[in-house]
Each structure stands twice: as structure tokens, then as C-alpha cells.
């Protein structure tokens, strides 16, 4: 991946640099032949001016010696023709040449200028060619004047000019060979920024899968996107560590409490085996009385393995409505067994629940509270709100109670209390807690003013 990035990386820069480079070498490229041939017309112009005058009062040793200074000093070679006759010729060789002279018999009365191909001097040469303009007024001690048909010619060879431009080229060149570096060493620490945190990641998933669950991605490297990466891994892996504990946990709880009644169940069985006709309607009693403890301990197991794949969707329910529901389902059972219940105040109270978990919340409250309560007790269903955003539901008995180690301990899967005489599975707090806690929500149990137990359910109000 890392390659992939700089190598992508690269290939933008030189797209980038491509098409800033280009254009920039063909701008000065036409930037060098157009300020060449601007900068000769002028020095062309100014030149025939003083030519002339030399040669309108009759100084053409004058003439030649500034032709040949202007030459010397410029690079640029001068010729003066008029007619077939060469006035000045900086360079002997431009008195032979064609060229030059077909251009001298073509021009008219305005400046030329562009490129002969090639000349007898060298090369292809820029010119600029125009007619020696004629002094008005001649001075009185000179009878001579200007040539009516005097052409000036200024040549200047395009191998300087095409130097300098290949001398820029190959300056843009280097400059761009120095961004592609620079690119790359950018390329290099921002691809290895992105990818070591990556490699981090990688491999410290290959450890958690090679089950080293005490590993962790690390969350101190990297963007803020690869940083959020690693806290997801880090969260799922707890999880994960979580649930494979919980399910050690579980398995091991689960085996344990079946095999009590299973055990009982086949000593029954062999003994009614042995019985022969001698059996006893008590005996199948037990039977049926281990049964249904088996049975009820199955049905609590489902309901924690289902609560476990719920989806945690909250929805605004009215906890004083729904305790007030279960409150009146199950005053009949109440006061069948000498217990009075009271329900909570009709003051409306909504939190974000599950739907379909307050009921269960309090049917498993309610239960253990019946099994705690002796008979002429008393039950009652409180719901309050606090300033905190919270929705507390309590249930309160005015049963024996816990001890505050009996407290720590009652959430626990199967816990049962040692004077607890029920048939129970030791699961309904433990369901409870796994609803409150997928609710986004939490339980505690709390002793009850003079006696008993307070066992509160806190849920985000709505």
C-alpha cells in the first residue's frame, strides 16, 4: 500500500509539474524570439538614423567605424547596400550573400523582419531590413546626400537565441527534477505517516486473531480517522473478550446447575425402578416438582441467550403507565398469597427503553419480591424522576433483606441467597441487569427504609 500511495503520489506531482513546466518553457520560448527581433527593430531604427547623417554629410569611414562598434559590441553583424554597390559590410562574407541581397532589392518604404533560413555568415539569422532614411536638409558644406535607395540590414544569429532557450529549458528541467525529489520525500514520510499506523493496526488484528485477546491497536499514531479505527478495534475486541468470558462463564454456570437436577431426576428414576408395584404417588411428585425446576432453568437460559442478540433500539416509553399495568396483572397473585401491592402515583414518566424489556424488568422484580415477602406483607412500585435526566423505578419489599455482601453478590448468574428456600434459578436479577445495561440503563439494590429491599432500576429519561 505504502508504494501504491508514493507511487501515486509521484504521478500527481509530475502531472503537476508537466503542466507547469511546458507551458512556462514555451512562453519564454516565444517570449526570447519575440523580445529578439522587438530589441533589433529598435536598434535597427536608431542605427539608420545615425547612419545616415554620417553618410548624408560624406563620413563613411565614420559610418563604418560605428557599424563595425555596433557589431562588435552587440553580436549583430551590419550591411549597407545601395543598389548592387555594399556602402558598409561589418563582416566580408555578408557582401557575398544572396540572401541579403534579394532582401535588399524587395523592400519597400517600411521596416521588415524575420528569419533567413540560411546565410553565408552561418546559420538561420534573425533581420530587420529598412530603408536609410534622407537628411531634408543637407549641410551647406556637404554637396552629398543621403542615397535615395540605402537599406540598412541587421542579422543576428538564432543559435544565440536558441541557446538561451535551451538554457531555460533545461533550467525549468532541473527545477523540475528538484520538485519530483521533493515530491518523493514528501510522498515518502506521508505514506509512511498513513501506512505504519496501518502496519500497527494490521498486526495487532493478526495477534487478536491468533488469540492474544490482551492485545490492543494503538490509538496514539496516526490521522484521526486511523485513531478512530483503532479505538473501534480496541472496542470490539473487548467485546469480544467480554462475551467469550461471559459465555466461559455461562457454559460453566449453565452445566453446573443442570447437572443438580438432572442428578436428582435419574436417582428418582432408579428408585422407581427398583420400587416394582410398591410406587407411591409422592414419588412422582418429586419427579415432576425436578422437572419443573429443569424446565424453568431452561426458559430463564433462553431468555439471556435472546437478550443477549437483542437490538439495542431505544424507544420513549411511559414507565408509570407500564408500572402501573404490571402492578394491577399482578395484584390477583398478590392477594392470593396474603400480599397487599401498591402501584405508583399516575404521574407520567418517560425514559428510553427496549421495547418490551420494562415489563420483563419488573414481572422479574416483582417475583423475587413475592418469594422475599412472608405473608401480610407489604409491596410497593415507586417511580420517580431526577434532576439528573434520569427515571428511577423501584420496587421495594419488607422482606428479610441482604447484607451489603449479599448486595454485590445478587446479580450474579445463579446466585442464590443460603436461606432462600424457592424453586427459583438464581437468573431473574441477572436477566434484569442484562435488560437495564442494553437499555443503556442500570439496577441496584439498595436496603429498604426499616426492612427489606430497595431494588432500583435507573434509565435515561426521555
Known sequence: MRNRLLLGFILFAFIAMALLVIPVGLTLDAHENSSTLAALKRDTKALATLLANDISHNHLPQAVRLAKTYARNTGRQVLVIDGAKILIASKGDQATDGALSKISQTIGTKQIAGVIPRTAIEGPQYYVAMKIPTLAKPLPSSSVSAPAKSVLIVTYPVTVVTRAIRSDWRNLGLYGVLMLFIAFVLGLILSNSLTRPLRRISAAVDDIGGGQL?????????????RRLAEAINSTSTRLINLLGAQKTFVED????????????????ENLQHAGP?????????????????????ESLLALARNESRSPILEIVDVTAVARERADYWKPYAEEHGLSLEAPSAIPASALVISGVLEQILDNLLENAFDATARNG????EV??????????????DGPGLAPEQRSLALRRFWRGRENASEGSGLGLAIVDQLARLSGGSIELRPAPGQGLDATVTLKRA
Not at 449453565?254 to 428414576?269: D, E, I, M, N, V
Not at 407489604?378 to 412500585?381: N, Q, T
Open 384 to 397: 420517580h424522576t431526577g434532576a439528573d435526566h434520569y427515571v428511577e423505578l423501584h420496587v421495594i419489599d
Open 254 to 269: 449453565a452445566s453446573h446447575q443442570l447437572r443438580t437436577p438432572l442428578t436428582a431426576l435419574q436417582l428418582h428414576l
Open 378 to 381: 407489604h409491596i410497593r412500585i
Open 214 to 226: 490482551e492485545v490492543r491497536a494503538p490509538v496514539d499514531d496516526g490521522p484521526p480517522e486511523l
Open 278 to 298: 410398591k410406587v407411591k404417588p409422592q414419588d412422582f411428585h418429586a419427579i415432576s416438582s425436578e422437572l419443573a425446576r429443569l424446565n424453568n432453568l431452561v
